[in-house]
C-alpha cells in the first residue's frame, strides 16, 4: 500500500464521524419534535376571572392543558390541581367544588364523598372554547355554585327521597319506582316492567320537539325504567335533547341500547369484540363522572345493550361505582341487591360493562 493510502484513512474517517454526527444531530431535533407534538399543551389562562380556593385566597396562576384520548381540555390551579375538565364534542364537564357525601342507608353501606360537580354546558366543547363568551358566561356562573347538578338530581330519586313540586304543584322529584309488577312475570325474574318514562314518572303528556305528544300511563306513575331514569337526570332535569323514540338524531333516544349506539356525546370505552355478548372493557381507567355506563345483563335481547346507569366515581373503600334504576330495588340505587353497583372486580355488573359514553 503506497504512503498516499495510508494519509487518505484519517481523512476518510473523519468525514465519516462528521456526517454520523450529523445525522445523530439531525435525528435527535426530529425525534425532539415528534416528542414534542406527542407532549400535552400548557397555556397560561389570561381570560376567566381567578378562582379562589376553600379559604379563599387566589388559586394562583390557572393554566388550561390538552390532553388526548380522549380529546379534552383541562384547567388546572397553579398548584397543578385539576379544576375543571371538559373533552371535545361533550357538553358533560366536571367541575372541582366543595366535597359531598352520597348514600342510600336504606339499601347499601356504600358512600361516595366528592369533591366532583357534573353539570351539562350549553354547547358541546371544542378546542379552543375557553376564549368564547358562552363558555366564560357559563363558567362564571357555575364554578363554585352549589346549585343541584345531575350527581344531585340522580340522588333525588332514590328510596326515602323527599317529593319536591313545582310551582304548579306537580311532582318532579321523590322516591321512584323501577316500573308496576308484571303480571306473568315472578320473584327475581321479569318481575316488574320496563318502558316507564319520566313522563309517566311525572303523570303529565310531554311533547318531544319533533310535535310528537306522549301520554303517562296511570300504572307507571312515580317509575322510572333504566333509561327512563338517565332521561329525567340529563333531560328533563338537566335540559339535554331528548328523542321520542331510537330514531337516529341529536337527542338522547329512548333506551339503553339506543343510547349506547347514539351519534350524540363521545364514546369513551367503546363497544368490542364478537356479538351478541361482546367483551368486557380490559380497562376503565378513562372513566370520568357523569359518564354513562352500558350493559349487557340478559342474553335473551341478543346482541342488545340493555341497561344503563351513571359512573360517580369512588366510593370511600376505593370501589367505582354507578347509580341506576333497578328491578330488583324497585327503583334508582348505588346499592347491592341484585347486583353490588361496582364496575371494579368481577361483580354482576362489572362482569357484564360493555361501553361507555360521555354527553
Known amino acids: 500500500m503506497s504512503a498516499k493510502s495510508k494519509r487518505g484513512r484519517p481523512v476518510l474517517h473523519a468525514a465519516t464521524v462528521l456526517a454520523l454526527l450529523a445525522g445523530s444531530a439531525y435525528l435527535t431535533v426530529e425525534l425532539r419534535k415528534d416528542e414534542q407534538a406527542k407532549a400535552p399543551t400548557v397555556q397560561a389562562i389570561t381570560d376567566i376571572p381567578a378562582l379562589t380556593s376553600g379559604n379563599g385566597s387566589t388559586a394562583g396562576e390557572q393554566t388550561w392543558e390538552r390532553l388526548k384520548n380522549p380529546e379534552r381540555s383541562v384547567l388546572r390551579s397553579g398548584d397543578g390541581d385539576i379544576l375543571a375538565t371538559f373533552t371535545d364534542d361533550a357538553r358533560t ?8 357525601t352520597f348514600d342510600e342507608p336504606t339499601s347499601t353501606k356504600t358512600r361516595v364523598v366528592t369533591e366532583n360537580w357534573v353539570r351539562l354546558m350549553p354547547e358541546a366543547w371544542k378546542k379552543g372554547a375557553e376564549k368564547e363568551k358562552w363558555f366564560k358566561d357559563w363558567f362564571k356562573e357555575f364554578y363554585g355554585s352549589e346549585e343541584d347538578d345531575l350527581f344531585a338530581f340522580a340522588f333525588q330519586y332514590v328510596e326515602g327521597a323527599p317529593v319536591k313540586k313545582d310551582d304548579e304543584g306537580v311532582p318532579y322529584a321523590g322516591d321512584a319506582n323501577f316500573g308496576p309488577v308484571n303480571p306473568e312475570g315472578s320473584e ?68 339503553a341500547n339506543g343510547m349506547a349506539r347514539a351519534d350524540v356525546g363521545v364514546d369513551i370505552i367503546k363497544l368490542s369484540g364478537p356479538e351478541p355478548r361482546y367483551e368486557r372493557p380490559k380497562s376503565i381507567s378513562v372513566l370520568q363522572p357523569g359518564d354513562l355506563v352500558f350493559f349487557k345483563l340478559d342474553g335473551r335481547t341478543k346482541n342488545r345493550l340493555d341497561h ?9 373503600d376505593g370501589h367505582q361505582i354507578f347509580v341506576s334504576s333497578r328491578e330488583e330495588v324497585n327503583g334508582p340505587t348505588i346499592g ?3 347486583g353490588t353497583s361496582r364496575l371494579d372486580g368481577n361483580g354482576y355488573y362489572a362482569a357484564t360493562l360493555r361501553s361507555a359514553k360521555r354527553l
Open 93 to 100: 364537564a366536571t367541575l372541582t367544588g366543595p366535597s359531598r
Open 308 to 316: 344503563v346507569g351513571m359512573y360517580m366515581g369512588n366510593d370511600t
Open 188 to 255: 327475581g325474574n321479569d318481575y316488574r316492567l320496563e318502558q316507564s318514562d319520566f313522563y309517566d314518572y311525572l303523570g303529565i303528556p310531554y311533547t318531544f320537539r319533533d310535535g310528537t305528544t306522549k301520554q303517562p300511563q296511570s300504572a307507571r306513575y312515580r317509575a322510572i325504567d333504566c333509561s327512563g331514569f338517565i332521561r329525567t337526570v340529563f333531560g328533563y332535569r338537566g335540559r339535554y335533547p331528548l328523542m321520542v323514540s331510537d330514531v337516529p338524531g341529536d337527542g338522547l333516544p329512548r333506551t
Open 336 to 338: 347491592d341487591k341484585g
